[in-house]
């Protein structure tokens, strides 16, 4: 079983963080970041382009030496420089390296100064106030640190559902290719499409005398068997996910996968309903008495507690039950509702792919419009653009849109919002562009009122269409900023500024419930794929699941609309 591009990622930045505790080149530290974030980024996983015979040096950043080391590491499941470096470092210093607040360059000023080394050393230190006097560890900090250390273990890991996909796909797979397996199906948070996945709900259906468990428990990316009987079974893979599978009759398979959907909630209120009906709804089926009425489909089971069928999206407990007894459920927006793209990136500043290329990918997704984002000038880690280079790149766009017919590249950037919520461009030169889409990118950190006051400012601006990444988190690594959500949805509800659901999947930002509260509050949005990639622009469709999430219908999404009319709306 080949390493998903997750576990690969993961070598990555843990070979990174103990060059950086050595003191390596700077550069060589930045190469091995560079590779995890192009991996994990990429849509395609690096197995299945090494199994197609493709180079894996065509990706951004990786050359010779780093194509081998994946290639080693998709075949072996580990990098063995690592593993060297590894035994030169102390071990407890990866442990640190994992609390919140301490990077691999504050871990070394701890070890090269206080000889830390381990959690228990780094608690004496902050008792004895020793930790105080190193430069860069405030009061503030060090709450944080020993905060962390605190709660650690008491949150559990949540997989973000792209990495949950890459690990469910080839074990799905896997799994079918079993002589006598009828259906393997993922319930589950991962079916309802959540944001992150705690672990994966694999259902199976099979011939009788079909060895699934011993299969499943022998599959290659398995790191530890949980448990194990006769129907049911959980593993921990190698990259921490734990996958609990179920075999399940036939006769019971959709009650199986209704119960095994969620969520949990959802399941409670529904099996109320049914008690009130004089029914009985478990996993194996509904039941009026003893006897069995429904069980074999979801379908089927809805119908018995009368119902129309919910989407799996919907199904968290928040009204999806009393809207479809009322028959009000919307009709949820799809992938092929939309029309175009409206937030990607170049080459001109940290795309992989030039413009053309960006375009022929949109083309042949059936686009019939792709804006082009790039950077400006204050995102210089972006090599964003200032207005003169800014404009030979519009230029550049109207001489490829010359040749295209039922497709056109907008004219666009991501504007950086400045501190003070001013934009990062002159408003004659927004005014020049199709879409105006402005997002924050520095001074998260600002108290919720300020930070609300500099947005409020920024959508005050009658150039802007759309704000991009509305609460700027990164799933496991960067919490929402603090702002007042609420005020900035009704102030572009008013402007008829749209909000985005950005599809990358560590942002999905707006969230679920979000993106309802927005759409509530008046809003429109958009599904932007936020591609830096050809690749990229597949990623759209996670901005659909959290769409779909939050109740959105193809009315609630500006990118449903056809050119002309998107056009219209931004431009009245
Ligand atoms: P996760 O894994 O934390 O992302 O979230 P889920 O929703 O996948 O939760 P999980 O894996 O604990 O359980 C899978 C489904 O099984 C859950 O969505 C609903 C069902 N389930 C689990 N425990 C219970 C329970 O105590 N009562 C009911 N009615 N359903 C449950
Ligand atoms: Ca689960
Ligand atoms: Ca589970």
């Given at each position: 079983?080949?390493?998903?591009n997750?576990?690969?990622?993961?070598?990555?930045?843990?070979?990174a963080?103990?060059?950086?505790?050595?003191d390596?080149?700077?550069?060589r530290?930045?190469a091995?970041r560079?590779a995890?974030?192009?991996?994990?980024g990429?849509p395609?996983?690096?197995a299945?382009?090494l199994?197609?015979g493709?180079?894996?040096e065509?990706?951004p950043?990786?050359?010779?030496?780093l194509?081998?080391k994946?290639?080693t590491i998709?075949?072996?499941?580990?990098?063995p420089?690592?593993e060297?470096?590894?035994q030169?470092?102390?071990?407890?210093?990866?442990?640190?390296?994992?609390?919140?607040g301490?990077?691999p360059?504050?871990?070394?000023?701890?070890?090269r100064?206080l000889?830390?080394r381990?959690?228990?050393?780094l608690?004496r230190?902050a008792r004895?106030g020793?930790l105080?006097?190193?430069?860069?560890?405030?009061?503030?900090?060090?709450a944080?640190i020993?905060?962390g250390?605190?709660?650690?273990?008491?949150v559990?890991q949540?997989?973000k559902?792209?990495?949950?996909?890459?690990a469910?796909?080839?074990?799905?797979?896997?799994?079918?290719?079993?002589r006598?397996?009828k259906?393997?199906?993922?319930?589950?948070?991962?079916?309802?499409?959540?944001?992150?996945?705690?672990?994966?709900?694999?259902l199976?259906t099979?011939?009788?005398?079909?060895?699934?468990?011993?299969r499943?428990t022998?599959?290659?990316?398995?790191?530890?068997?949980?448990s194990?009987?006769?129907?049911?079974?959980?593993v921990r893979l190698?990259n921490?996910?734990?996958?609990d599978?179920?075999l399940?009759?036939?006769?019971?398979?959709?009650a199986?996968?209704?119960y095994f959907?969620?969520s949990?909630?959802?399941?409670?209120a529904?099996?109320?309903i049914?008690?009130?009906?004089?029914?009985?709804?478990n996993?194996?089926g509904v039941?009026?008495?003893?006897?069995?009425?429904?069980?074999?489909?979801?379908?089927?089971?809805?119908?018995?507690?009368n119902l129309?069928y919910?989407?799996?999206e919907l199904?968290?407990?928040?009204?999806?039950?009393?809207?479809?007894?009322?028959?009000k459920l919307?009709?949820?927006?799809?992938?092929?509702?939309?029309?175009?793209?409206?937030?990607?990136h170049?080459?001109?500043?940290?795309?992989h792919?030039t413009?053309?290329?960006?375009?022929?990918?949109?083309?042949?997704?059936?686009?019939a419009?792709?804006?082009?984002?790039d950077?400006?000038?204050?995102?210089?880690?972006?090599?964003?653009?200032n207005?003169?280079?800014l404009r030979?790149?519009f230029?550049?766009?109207?001489?490829?849109?010359?040749?295209?017919?039922d497709?056109r590249?907008?004219?666009?950037?991501?504007?950086d919002?400045?501190?003070?919520?001013s934009?990062?461009?002159?408003?004659?030169?927004?005014?020049?562009m199709?879409?105006?889409?402005?997002?924050?990118?520095?001074?998260?950190?600002?108290?919720?009122?300020?930070?609300?006051?500099?947005?409020?400012?920024a959508?005050?601006?009658?150039?802007v269409?759309?704000?991009?990444h509305p609460?700027?988190?990164?799933?496991?690594?960067r919490p929402?900023?603090?702002?007042?959500?609420?005020?900035?949805?009704?102030?572009?509800?008013?402007?008829?500024?749209?909000?985005?659901?950005n599809?990358q999947?560590?942002?999905?930002d707006?969230?679920?419930?979000?993106?309802r509260?927005?759409?509530?509050a008046?809003?429109?949005?958009?599904?932007?794929s936020?591609?830096?990639?050809a690749?990229?622009?597949?990623?759209?469709?996670?901005?659909?699941?959290?769409?779909r999430?939050?109740?959105l219908?193809k009315?609630?999404v500006?990118?449903?609309?056809?050119?002309?009319?998107?056009?219209?709306t931004?431009?009245?």
């Amino acid at each position: 079983m080949p390493a998903d591009n997750a576990e690969i990622a993961a070598l990555f930045d843990r070979y990174a963080d103990l060059l950086e505790i050595q003191d390596a080149n700077p550069f060589r530290v930045r190469a091995y970041r560079n590779a995890a974030r192009v991996v994990s980024g990429s849509p395609r996983s690096m197995a299945e382009l090494l199994a197609e015979g493709r180079d894996l040096e065509e990706l951004p950043g990786i050359g010779k030496d780093l194509a081998a080391k994946i290639a080693t590491i998709v075949r072996t499941g580990a990098l063995p420089q690592l593993e060297q470096l590894q035994q030169r470092v102390p071990r407890a210093l990866s442990d640190l390296m994992g609390l919140p607040g301490l990077g691999p360059k504050r871990v070394k000023l701890l070890y090269r100064e206080l000889n830390i080394r381990s959690i228990e050393d780094l608690q004496r230190a902050a008792r004895s106030g020793a930790l105080e006097k190193l430069p860069g560890f405030g009061a503030k900090t060090i709450a944080r640190i020993l905060g962390g250390i605190e709660s650690r273990g008491s949150v559990p890991q949540r997989f973000k559902l792209a990495d949950a996909e890459q690990a469910a796909a080839p074990l799905v797979a896997y799994l079918e290719k079993i002589r006598g397996v009828k259906t393997v199906t993922v319930a589950g948070s991962y079916r309802r499409r959540r944001d992150t996945v705690g672990d994966l709900d694999i259902l199976v259906t099979a011939r009788r005398g079909t060895p699934v468990m011993r299969r499943f428990t022998r599959y290659d990316a398995v790191a530890e068997v949980l448990s194990a009987g006769a129907t049911r079974a959980s593993v921990r893979l190698r990259n921490g996910m734990q996958v609990d599978l179920r075999l399940v009759p036939e006769a019971s398979y959709g009650a199986a996968l209704y119960y095994f959907t969620g969520s949990k909630a959802h399941n409670i209120a529904v099996r109320k309903i049914a008690v009130g009906k004089g029914l009985k709804i478990n996993e194996y089926g509904v039941y009026r008495g003893a006897r069995r009425i429904a069980g074999r489909s979801e379908a089927e089971l809805f119908a018995a507690v009368n119902l129309p069928y919910v989407p799996p999206e919907l199904r968290e407990n928040r009204g999806e039950i009393e809207t479809a007894r009322n028959g009000k459920l919307p009709e949820l927006v799809s992938l092929a509702d939309l029309r175009g793209d409206l937030h990607a990136h170049t080459t001109a500043s940290d795309g992989h792919d030039t413009l053309a290329a960006m375009a022929g990918a949109a083309r042949t997704l059936g686009y019939a419009y792709l804006a082009i984002t790039d950077h400006t000038r204050q995102v210089r880690v972006a090599h964003g653009l200032n207005a003169r280079e800014l404009r030979a790149h519009f230029a550049a766009i109207d001489r490829l849109n010359a040749g295209f017919r039922d497709f056109r590249l907008l004219k666009s950037a991501e504007v950086d919002i400045l501190d003070d919520g001013s934009l990062d461009l002159p408003a004659a030169l927004l005014a020049e562009m199709d879409v105006v889409v402005a997002a924050a990118h520095y001074h998260l950190a600002l108290s919720a009122e300020r930070q609300t006051a500099r947005i409020l400012k920024a959508l005050d601006n009658r150039c802007v269409h759309v704000l991009a990444h509305p609460t700027t988190r990164l799933i496991n690594q960067r919490p929402e900023f603090s702002a007042d959500m609420q005020k900035i949805f009704a102030a572009a509800a008013e402007r008829h500024v749209a909000m985005e659901i950005n599809a990358q999947p560590e942002r999905l930002d707006l969230d679920d419930i979000q993106a309802r509260a927005a759409c509530a509050a008046g809003c429109k949005l958009v599904i932007s794929s936020d591609a830096h990639s050809a690749a990229g622009l597949a990623n759209l469709r996670y901005g659909v699941d959290q769409a779909r999430r939050a109740w959105l219908s193809k009315e609630d999404v500006l990118n449903t609309l056809p050119l002309d009319r998107l056009l219209q709306t931004f431009h009245h």
